[in-house]
């Protein structure tokens, strides 16, 4: 199962296409994001840092590079948010429909609603949970629906949402909130009784979009909307391992990694993320 390519995520361990469980889609498109450029070249940075993993994990004595890892070619569509959508529903579709869990790196927080529908046409009674520091509720923004602002608009065309996190809105937003289905930080932020409400909250099966700027800024500086006032790694740990042992999550998406060139550890940090939460998902099956 040795490989030396540079190119996928995890080299050392990767596999075959046959051998994988696991398919990470790579799409580097920052195509509507609307101040801090460079979530285009956050795909390449997290495989890099990938480079660098211990497949064992401490945490759940686990192996998860064992059901193999295959990094996709990048989804490189970028003539429009809508066509890039359409690239990646028939990207991720194409590898559903061959029984693999699906894992999406971006790029800007666009990407995620192809993959989300692709996910809600395959799986019944789904939840989409969203991690993020800003709600993207915006029925448009600048003249698009598939904007980055407006990816929770869309995914409630599809299935049910709840969103955690959130400290940053539009007061258009304000009117689409779901009170019961929004855990914003600063209600969270040293409480644990939340995390058990939010669960509760989600169907059987649960999709996860995880824009990195929910992080922090202090630890997750490298993104084009950094907000203070975030979950820290251990809270953030605590609520996605809950999660895979209360419900089955089918497949997730990472975004929003503006990669610096002199500070490395945000790349890890995305990295290390996409390898704990596989793990934790294959070890609770």
């Known amino acids: 199962m040795n490989c030396s390519d540079s190119n996928q ?15 990470l889609v790579p799409v ?11 979530a285009d070249k956050g795909p390449n940075a997290i495989i890099e840092a990938s480079e660098h993993l211990e497949a064992y994990d401490i945490e759940t004595r686990y192996e998860v590079c064992d059901h193999g890892f295959y990094t996709d070619e990048p989804v490189l569509e970028n003539r429009s948010p809508e066509a890039m959508t359409q690239a990646v529903y028939a990207r991720v579709k194409h590898w559903l429909s061959l029984n693999k869990f699906c894992m999406v ?9 192809g993959a989300v529908q692709a996910h809600a046409e395959k799986v019944s009674d789904l939840t989409v949970l969203q991690l993020d520091a800003h709600s993207d509720l915006k029925e448009e923004y600048h003249g698009s629906k598939y904007n980055h602002a407006c990816v929770m608009a869309r995914v409630r065309e599809w ?4 969103q955690v996190g959130i400290r940053s809105m539009d007061v258009e937003e304000l009117f689409r909130v779901k009170p019961d289905r929004m855990f914003f930080a600063e209600d969270i932020f040293g409480q644990s009784a939340w995390v058990e409400r939010a669960i509760g909250k989600m169907s059987s099966n649960v999709y996860v979009t995880i824009d990195l700027d929910v992080f922090d800024s202090s630890i997750m500086p490298s993104t084009g909307t950094p907000e203070p006032g975030g979950l820290f790694w251990y809270e953030m740990m605590y609520f996605l391992h809950r999660v895979c042992k209360e419900r089955r999550v089918v497949g997730f998406d990472v975004v929003e990694l503006c990669p610096n060139e002199v500070n490395k550890a945000p790349d ?9 939460f596989a793990s934790y998902i ?3 099956y």
């Open 105 to 113: 790196l971006g790029g800007e927080h666009s990407v995620s609603i």
């Open 9 to 23: 995520f995890f080299p050392d361990v990767t596999c075959s296409l046959e051998e994988a469980q696991m398919v």
């Open 159 to 162: 299935c049910s949402s709840v």
């Open 282 to 284: 294959f070890s609770a």
């Open 28 to 38: 580097p498109y920052d195509g509507t994001s609307t101040w801090g450029k460079g």
């Open 268 to 276: 890890f940090l995305a990295a290390k993320l996409i390898y704990k």
